[in-house]
C-alpha cells in the first residue's frame, strides 16, 4: 500500500511569504503525484500533476519538484486567494488507491 | 470545459442502501476513467473507487470492498455508485471525479458533491 505523508498538517504565513509544503511516498511511485487546493464547501481543483507540470489556468507563483520520494509544493508569493487547504495525491497505481496526502491547511499569520 | 453534477445523496440509517449518481457533460465520456473521492466531516479526501473507460476495471478501497459497487454507463454519460450496508462512518461528502488522460493520470474535473448521512 503507498502512503503518502503530508507535512504540515496546518501553516500560518501571511500575504507574500514563500510557502513549502512536503508529501514523502512510502514506496516509489516514480513522478505520479498531484496537488490539489480545496476551499470551504468546494470541490478540490487540481493545481500540479506529475510532480512539478502546471495544470492550465493556474498562477505560476504554484510549483511542484521531486526528490526521490520527497515531493514538495512551493507557492513562490502566497496571495490572499491561497488561504486554502493542499493535498497531495499519488496516482502511480491503484494498489490500493489513489492515495491522498492528510492535508495542509494554510492560515493567515 | 466539462462538467460532473452527482445526485442521489441523502440521510439513512445504519445498514441501509443508497445509489448515488454523476451526470458527465462537455467532454466524451466513454475515453475517461472515473472515480468517487468521500470527505467526512472536517476531515480530508479519501479515493473511495475508480472504474476504468470501458468498465472493464474496478477498484476499491478495503472499508468498501463487498458493500460499494462502482458502474457507468456511457450511452448516458453517467457514472454510478452502489452503496450497501451503510455505516455511520461512510458519513461524507461524496464527490465524482474525471481522469486527466484516458484510464491515468489525475483529476481535473470534480463535482460539486452530494452529502451522504448515515444515521445510527
Known amino acids: 500500500d503507498v502512503q503518502m505523508t503530508q507535512s504540515p498538517s496546518t501553516l500560518s504565513a501571511s500575504v507574500g511569504d514563500r510557502v513549502t509544503i512536503t508529501c514523502r511516498a512510502s514506496q516509489n511511485i516514480n513522478t505520479w503525484v498531484a496537488w490539489y487546493q480545496q476551499k470551504p464547501g468546494k470541490a478540490p481543483q487540481l493545481l500540479i500533476y506529475k510532480a512539478s507540470s502546471l495544470q492550465s489556468g493556474v498562477p505560476s507563483r504554484f510549483s511542484g519538484s521531486a526528490s526521490g520520494t520527497e515531493f514538495t509544493l512551493t507557492i513562490s508569493s502566497l496571495q490572499p486567494d491561497d488561504f486554502a487547504t493542499y493535498y497531495c495525491q499519488q496516482y502511480n497505481n491503484y494498489s490500493p488507491g489513489l492515495t491522498f496526502g492528510g492535508g495542509t491547511k494554510v492560515e493567515i499569520k | 470545459e466539462g462538467q460532473l453534477v452527482e445526485s442521489g445523496g441523502g440521510l439513512v440509517q445504519s445498514g441501509e442502501s443508497l445509489t448515488l449518481s454523476c451526470a458527465a457533460s462537455?467532454?466524451?465520456?466513454?475515453?475517461?476513467?472515473m472515480s468517487w473521492v468521500r470527505q467526512a466531516p472536517g476531515k480530508g479526501l479519501e479515493w473511495v473507487s475508480g472504474i476504468s473507460d470501458s468498465a472493464d476495471h474496478s477498484y476499491y478501497i478495503n472499508s468498501v470492498k463487498g458493500r460499494f459497487t462502482i458502474y457507468r454507463d456511457n450511452s448516458k454519460s453517467l457514472l454510478y455508485l452502489q452503496m450497501n450496508s451503510l455505516r455511520a462512518e461512510d458519513t461524507a461528502v461524496y464527490y465524482c471525479?474525471?481522469?486527466?488522460?484516458?484510464?491515468?493520470?489525475?483529476?481535473?474535473?470534480w463535482g460539486q458533491g452530494t452529502v451522504v448521512t448515515v444515521s445510527s
Open positions: 462537455g467532454f466524451t465520456f466513454s475515453d475517461y476513467a
Open positions: 471525479g474525471k481522469r486527466v488522460a484516458g484510464n491515468t493520470g489525475p483529476f481535473d474535473i
